[in-house]
């Protein structure tokens, strides 16, 4: 069966400091991978997808990036973290119709 | 963009009531989906609808893929507290591209139940 990973689950860090959230799926190949934020415990906002590996779609500009090294790993990641960076990201993936949840990182920045 | 408007946003009620939400699309989806999340958590997939006009059920989970293939529906019967949490609907277009596999999420319906 297929699983999602992502870590860490909580994150406090400073601003200006860098960010990397990871995500990996398992008992699949060639899955779509997504990265949404989740502000205030409301709406997904969907950050960048990717279909496969090097190949990122970014949905709203932003100070954050996305890369995927291997088919099955997806990265977010910043240089220099800002205070309207926190919120709840969650990863997700799917190869049909249906897509499945990581169980998300909160990241605060302080 | 593709808009979904997921109403209400949010429900106050007792512990055995019935709850209906539902979600509208200004474009047509050819797949609705309802998620559920609960506080700290991922959304976890409840419902999956592939045809307009189906009607499918999940325990005491009922949601319909709307005829026009504009909106759907969930109907929970009889909640109990751990009903509790977001709902979200999420629609795929009709359209693939590079619109393929992503997935348009509604802004989610707050359920409060009370005991």
């Known amino acids: 069966s297929q699983t999602i990973h992502q870590w860490p689950a909580t994150l406090v860090q400073p601003v200006g400091s860098p960010l990397s959230l990871e995500c990996t799926v398992e008992?699949?190949?060639?899955?779509?991978l997504y990265w949404y934020r989740q502000a205030a415990g409301r709406g997904l906002q969907l950050l960048f997808y990717?279909?496969?590996?090097?190949?990122i779609s970014s949905e709203v500009p932003q100070n954050l990036s996305a890369s995927r090294p291997q088919d099955r790993q997806f990265i977010l990641s910043s240089k220099k973290l800002l205070l309207s960076d926190s919120g709840f990201y969650l990863c997700?993936?799917?190869?049909?119709?249906?897509?499945?949840f990581g169980q998300g990182t909160r990241l605060t920045v302080v | 963009g593709q808009q979904l408007n997921q109403s209400p946003q949010s429900m106050f009620i007792q512990e055995g009531e019935d709850v209906s939400m539902n979600c509208t699309s200004s474009s047509i989806f050819n797949t609705w989906l309802w998620y559920k999340q609960e506080p700290g958590e991922g959304p976890v997939l409840l419902i999956a609808l592939y045809k307009a006009g189906e009607l499918t059920s999940n325990g005491r989970l009922t949601a319909q893929f709307g005829i026009t293939r504009k909106d759907s529906f969930l109907n929970i019967s009889a909640s109990i507290p751990s009903d509790v949490g977001i709902y979200f609907c999420a629609g795929r277009s009709v359209s693939g591209g590079t619109s393929y596999g992503k997935l348009t999420f509604g802004q989610g319906t707050i359920l409060t139940v009370h005991p």
């Open positions: 997700a993936w799917n190869r049909g119709t249906e897509a499945f």
């Open positions: 008992g699949t190949s060639n899955p779509n």
């Open positions: 990717s279909i496969g590996i090097d190949q």
